[in-house]
């Protein structure tokens, strides 16, 4: 109304046809004027309007549509299907390419037609409306004229029942002349569907003939014209044109214009008039915050409007349920148009917005459709009109947890895809601002989660997380409010009345705020940190401290031993048991730590906490290097000489005979320690059985059963050792003989030890030779004494020249077995002629006799 209107003619072509043009369109795919004029359909090209080819004779009506179709590739198909006599011919083109051409016979003759798909052609005859198959030929009724129409679990019966069969129309949608009462009229609607006329009623159905709507469109009278501009649809009537909403069926517009009589059926017909009517019913519901319809509205006509329209009305419409406490339905509308979690966390109090305000989140907000000052204002201010009270409070940040818990799998996720992509300029920038905007979803998210004091604060800490560092210690530690000291609500507490909404303190239980704070200084790589604080706690008094110092020791790896070593020290002291888990737990995960410097360090603190792990590391966990063993035995020893020396009561005394139990016992089982090196520092007039054993492990038998006999006094303990260590194939190594000798020969001035002696000759007489026995025996030694001797002596010597002379005849027996068998094999004669073949390698032997081998 505001505007003039101008039309400028450019051109006249007055011998274009030579009889009145009944139908025109255009394809602008193949840049093609399409003329049907005097039976024929002819086409043209666009621009110099010269006659291309022609189609068609006979024909009185056609239609064209062309559609995107994407398989592996784009292409754009296109149809034209023209009606003749009691067939129809469709032309098709595949891009700009001709592809086959298709004939359909009717039984009637074609009164409307119009393409649903580029495989659905819907015709209109006299009594009915069919739907023809492109690809299969098929013909199928839509609905039929003379009849009611029951399907689909919807009737119009009520519409139906009064209509009669509709008369013809040749003309189609494009035709020039207006249709007669009762014709039948069709025009396509999206979603493949069909809207059809009968009388003064639309109704539409889909490709399968149900109906899609409830109720249909009542015009004010019949039809002469139809057709569908989104999402209008838009009815000629004799004097006038009627607009309705296609879906509530509401008239829209109605103009009195009394000649008109085409309506160009194109994709943006009535453009203009969809604009002006769409763009005003839009800003008009957006003033009066009717949000809801202008929606509904937008989503109709989403094809001809701005794609942000709609995005930048439903963002009014969240801030407008946000204000009005709705807060859930707000936030799916945050989620659905992927708000930045900034826009959304500002909306907030500042003790969970943190810097975030308002102010700051508008100036990186995707909205840019607010008509006015006040739209700004409201979107401003959300915050100040909302969250009245501490209740409301806790159930809007409810659900700005889940939320943020959802913003925040979709940024890691595209953190993952961005790593993944190949190499490019800005994906640095772009992981960059991913993890600032994570690092302001995982504070905003831990906020959330202390204030609804669930179990949730944990499990973030304990995981990968991206809070800011002076946030949550400051959210974590803060506990006081001007000097006094807050109650402090478990978290299981679900009224939070008693806190102040305009100034939030989170209070935790110091345990529970502790272990906490904990965590997230783990998960952040802040060790010392942690280390610190638990060690401050216990100063303080506080409960299972040094559990949880160990606990937290255990998970560091090799890479922070100094560390350990560090924070290990004060609970050694305190309770050197529990404080030696963190050096002998089992660390698969984190590596295990450097066994020699664990042993220096815990060496300077405590002997008895190096024998301990020592003991450890070889019982346990079956460590076999010598300098461990080593190490281990000299411990033995200094804590020997170490109890030994006090003689105060009888503890030491145990102390040190279980000391001397553990270190024989390890002396005989380990292989693995240096004898050489432990012999050099036992004492000169001491521990005589840990020296014998030494000797024996490098060969010194004499002297280690010298030890046994004369420093031990321990006869039987010197034969059990004969017998453990007696070597039948090394006669020069007789440990029998040797004892012998230590009983015999003994050094002065000890008395030879004759009874001894005779028992060893009684007992393990055979394993020793009687020429070196008579030889060592006293001059004195009665005969009678070495009965038992000699018995056994001269038995085991029968036996084993009976033994040899079996063997030797069994030998004689197989060796004139062998003799027997090559003098048969001697006494037999070969003849090899030329022609004699070898068995093996069939080859003539008496050709080349060297080439076999056998």
Not at 113 to 133: A, H, K, P, Q
Not at 157 to 180: C, D, I, P, R, V
Not at 465 to 487: A, D, Q
Not at 640 to 657: C, G, L, P, T, Y
Request: glycine share 4%; hydrophobic share 35%.
């Amino acid at each position: 109304q505001d505007e003039s209107v101008s039309i400028t003619l450019q051109d006249t072509l007055k011998t274009f046809s030579k009889k009145a043009i009944e139908q025109i369109d255009a394809i602008k795919q193949l840049g093609t004027l399409v003329i049907l004029t005097d039976g024929c359909v002819n086409l043209h090209e666009l621009g110099t309007y010269s006659l291309v080819r022609t189609l068609a004779k006979g024909a009185y009506l056609f239609s064209v549509f062309s559609e995107i179709q994407k398989t592996s590739e784009l292409h754009v198909i296109t149809r034209l299907a023209v009606a003749v006599r009691r067939k129809i011919i469709v032309y098709s083109w595949r891009n700009n390419q001709p592809m086959d051409t298709k004939e359909f016979t009717v039984a009637d003759r074609v009164r409307k037609m119009e393409w649903v798909t580029t495989r659905s052609l819907c015709i209109g005859f006299d009594n009915e409306y069919s739907l023809v198959d492109y690809e299969s030929g098929e013909l199928k009724v839509l609905c039929s004229l003379s009849s009611p129409l029951h399907q689909g679990g919807s009737t119009y019966e009520t519409t139906l029942n009064t209509l009669q069969n509709l008369g013809s129309f040749a003309t189609g949608a494009l035709m020039g002349f207006a249709a007669k009462p009762g014709r039948p009229l069709l025009t396509r609607l999206p979603k493949e569907e069909i809207l059809l006329v009968k009388e003064d009623s639309s109704f539409s159905v889909g490709l399968d003939g149900k109906p899609k709507w409830d109720s249909g469109i009542e015009w004010s009278g019949t039809p002469v014209e139809l057709g569908y501009a989104h999402p209008y649809a838009v009815a000629i009537l004799p004097r006038h044109i009627e607009i309705r909403n296609i879906k509530t069926r509401a008239l829209v517009q109605n103009e009195e214009m009394p000649h008109v009589r085409l309506l160009i059926q194109e994709e943006k017909k009535s453009l203009l008039i969809e604009l002006f009517l769409t763009c005003a019913q839009v800003d008009e519901l957006v003033q009066k915050e009717d949000y809801q319809e202008a929606i509904s509205l937008i989503s109709q006509v989403d094809s001809v409007l701005d794609v942000d329209t709609g995005t930048q009305v439903k963002m009014l419409y969240a801030h407008h349920l946000f204000r009005a406490h709705h807060y859930e339905e707000a936030l799916m509308i945050f989620k659905d148009l992927d708000v930045p979690a900034t826009e959304v966390i500002a909306l907030y109090p500042a003790d969970i917005s943190g810097h975030l305000t308002p102010k700051d989140a508008e100036g990186t907000s995707s909205l840019s459709f607010v008509h006015n000052e006040k739209n700004r204002t409201s979107i401003r201010h959300t915050q100040s009109t909302i969250m009245s009270n501490d209740k409301e409070l806790k159930e809007a940040v409810g659900y700005l947890f889940r939320f943020l818990e959802e913003k925040r799998e979709w940024i890691q996720q595209d953190i993952r895809e961005t790593k993944k992509s190949s190499t490019s300029q800005d994906r640095d920038d772009r992981i960059q601002k991913a993890l600032k905007m994570l690092e302001i979803v995982d504070t905003a998210l831990l906020k959330s989660y202390v204030f609804a004091g669930g179990p949730q604060v944990g499990a973030l800490l304990r995981n990968i997380n991206y809070c800011n560092l002076e946030e949550t210690e400051t959210l974590l530690l803060k506990r006081k409010v001007g000097g006094k000291v807050l109650p402090v609500f478990e978290s299981a507490m679900d009224d939070h009345s008693s806190l102040n909404c305009n100034c939030l303190i989170f209070i935790l239980p110091d345990s529970y705020r502790n272990r906490e704070l904990i965590d997230f200084y783990k998960g952040k790589g802040l060790h010392r940190k942690a280390l610190e604080h638990l060690k401050a706690l216990h100063d303080t008094s506080e409960d299972q401290v040094v559990l949880q110092t160990v606990y937290y020791l255990q998970d560091l790896d090799a890479g922070h031993f100094d560390l350990i070593l560090e924070f290990g020290t004060w609970i050694l002291k305190i309770d050197p048991i529990v404080a030696m888990e963190i050096f002998t737990v089992e660390r698969s995960d984190t590596g295990t730590l450097p066994r020699n410097k664990i042993i220096s360090y815990l060496e300077k603190l405590s002997l008895d906490l190096c024998v301990m792990y020592l003991e450890h590391i070889i019982y346990e966990l079956h460590d076999q290097t010598p300098e461990f063993h080593n190490h281990l035995l000299i411990s033995y020893l200094a804590q020997i000489q170490r109890d030994s020396a006090s003689h105060e009561n009888k503890d030491s005394e145990q102390a040190v005979n279980k000391t001397r139990k553990k270190m024989l016992d390890f002396l005989n089982e380990s292989t693995c320690y240096k004898a050489e090196r432990i012999l050099s520092r036992l004492p000169v007039d001491g521990c005589y059985e840990e020296r014998a054993i030494l000797l024996s492990r490098i060969g010194q038998h004499d002297q280690a059963l010298n030890i046994y006999v004369h420093k031990l006094g321990d006869n039987r303990a010197a034969e059990e050792y004969c017998v453990k260590n007696f070597d039948s194939a090394d006669s020069s190594k007789n440990v029998y003989l040797m004892l012998l000798k230590v009983y015999l020969n003994p050094p002065s001035p000890e008395k030879p030890m004759l009874d001894p002696a005779l028992g060893i000759l009684t007992r393990h007489g055979t394993n020793i030779d009687p020429i070196a026995v008579l030889r060592m025996l006293p001059p004195m030694t009665r005969v009678d004494q070495l009965y038992k001797f000699f018995e056994k002596s001269i038995r085991e010597s029968n036996k084993t020249k009976h033994m040899d002379m079996i063997v030797r005849n069994l030998l004689k027996a197989e060796q004139l077995q062998t003799q027997e068998q090559l003098s048969f094999y001697r006494s037999r004669c070969v003849r090899i002629t030329e022609d004699r073949m070898c068995p093996k390698c069939n080859k003539r032997i008496g050709y080349r006799p060297e080439t076999c081998r056998y």
